[in-house]
């Protein structure tokens, strides 16, 4: 269980804007989730730096994956 107050420092600190796509929490009809960019399946923590603002859209399309398809390059790159 994340901690209130980190909640809202990441909240915060992404001024409510999804981290990925940069779409806005004011335009959803849902509050944004908090999205563990290395994710606790495989050991991240729930400290602040593990954390972003994620609507769920982003949140689900990128489930546990923490590497991914750069469409710039070929091959695979991390995208956290
Ligand atoms: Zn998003």
């Given at each position: 269980m994340i901690d209130s107050t980190i909640r809202l420092q990441v909240r915060a600190r992404a001024n409510y804007?999804?981290?990925?796509?940069?779409?806005?929490e004011d335009a959803s009809a849902a509050l944004f989730e908090i999205d563990h960019l290395i994710p606790r399946s495989l050991g991240?923590?729930?400290?602040l730096v593990n954390l972003a603002l994620a609507c769920q859209r982003c949140n689900r399309y990128r489930y546990n994956f923490v590497t991914g398809i750069d469409p710039l390059v070929t091959g695979r790159s991390f995208i956290i």
């Open positions: 804007l999804c981290e990925y796509c940069h779409s806005s991240g923590s729930d400290e």
